[in-house]
């Protein structure tokens, strides 16, 4: 004979008073930091503190320890004096294409295969990447991430998204190939569109931000305040055009914790195997085809072609038709060919601005398309309208100041 329910409630309260043992609450460390970290009067001075470090210890270990410590040294000093000597006749086409400039006193204005390809792939890209993945890992098993999402969640409401598309964000960072899939913890259609677009054009990866350290380390705030701003205007103006719905958080919160090294060493060499088997090769590719373009007068050809758009609407030198084409294969080859183009510094700004929010590179792009090919048709759209409203606007922007 079944009980009813008065008996079931009376059976369940028997069995909790047997299993169940009660005792006082005792607040640990962890417990307050955790409060802290996700109320937005002491959670944003704690992030802003985090991200401050972040950018610290990135800069100081990529670009001033490893790249300009030893990398730089390396190449200048020993690699291309030792490829320029074994190379021989500086005055064929294929000298041009594999070493580059022969009068060139360091690899990053040679511009050959075997003297900036690696140079930017190996002296430059690679520190950056091995120093924000050990950072971002460390953030994520501690336990950091999922509260700075929890603190972010209020802002990217108001773009349609929630908090915890700053874990793609941060990802796209690093690299956007992961940080596009990582869109696929977002529960909408339009918010993994959303964030698949604003990646693309917005957040510049790992590589990019290496090479921009090295090349425009006084003017790399303003490329990236730029690109902050057009994240937040965007966001908020692909919001109110695309229907859909944008739900709330729901997110596991652990408590803080110490990282596993063991993971964290783990989760380093996969993505940093990722990146050598992916960026690496197309970092070479671009110098290659690059080369070859100007080798055939078609750069040449396109930038007298498009020079008045480049000149009067985006306000940068034609030059940058090169640059532009070699973004498509990568970012960070492209900003690297930038630095050596006569311009002023706020032309030079306008530029990796514009190379940012251009076609994503075209691993991102292939991972693009495997999500649906009508998302990348879409962000393909929103990301040719930006280029030339945003552009234009910076253009305008600095006529406005008088530095344009």
């Not at 009376?10 to 909790?16: G, K, R, V």
């Not at 990398?71 to 690699?79: G, S």
């Amino acid at each position: 004979m079944g009980l009813s329910e008065d008996e079931r409630w009376a059976l369940i309260d028997e069995i909790s008073r047997q299993t169940v043992k009660s005792g006082g609450y005792k607040q640990t460390l962890g417990d307050v930091l955790g409060e802290l970290t996700v109320k937005p009067l002491t959670g944003i001075p704690v992030a802003i503190g985090v991200l401050y470090a972040f950018w610290s210890i990135f800069g100081s270990f990529a670009g001033a320890l490893m790249t300009d410590g030893f990398m730089v040294k390396f190449f200048d000093r020993y690699l291309l004096p030792w490829i320029q000597g074994m190379w021989p006749d500086p005055g064929t086409w294929l000298y041009f294409i594999f070493v580059g400039d022969p009068v060139a006193d360091n690899c990053f204005e040679a511009f050959g295969v075997l003297t900036s390809g690696l140079f930017v792939a190996i002296g430059v890209v690679l520190p950056a990447v091995l120093i924000f993945y050990l950072m971002m890992t460390v953030l994520e098993d501690s336990g950091y991430l999922p509260r700075l999402a929890v603190l972010m969640d209020t802002f990217l409401h108001k773009i349609g998204l929630h908090g915890y598309a700053i874990v793609p964000t941060i990802l796209g960072l690093g690299c956007n190939v992961p940080a596009v899939t990582a869109t696929r913890i977002l529960e909408t259609r339009k918010q993994r569109f959303i964030m698949m677009t604003l990646l693309a054009i917005f957040v510049p990866c790992g590589a990019q931000i290496g090479i921009m350290l090295k090349a425009i380390p006084d003017t790399i705030g303003w490329v990236f305040l730029y690109l902050l701003i057009g994240y937040g205007i965007f966001g908020f103006v692909l919001n109110k055009v695309i229907p859909g719905s944008n739900p709330e958080i729901l997110i596991d919160v652990p408590p803080y914790h110490l990282p596993a090294w063991e993971n964290v060493a783990k989760k380093m060499w996969n993505r940093t195997k990722g990146f050598l088997k992916e960026a690496v090769p197309f970092v070479l590719f671009g110098v290659l085809i690059v080369n070859l373009l100007y080798l055939g007068g078609v750069i040449q050809w396109l930038s007298d072609a498009l020079a008045p758009l480049f000149v009067y609407w985006f306000g940068v030198p034609k030059e940058t038709t090169g640059p532009l084409i070699a973004a498509f294969l990568r970012k960070d080859l492209a900003v690297a060919q930038l630095a050596v183009i006569p311009m002023t510094a706020y032309q030079m700004i306008s530029s990796v601005v514009l190379v940012s929010i251009y076609f994503p590179c075209v691993a991102t792009f292939v991972v693009m398309l495997k999500e649906g090919w009508k998302e990348l048709v879409a962000a393909v759209g929103v990301l040719i309208c930006v280029v030339f409203l945003y552009g234009g606007l910076i253009h305008l922007i600095g006529i406005l100041l008088g530095v344009a």
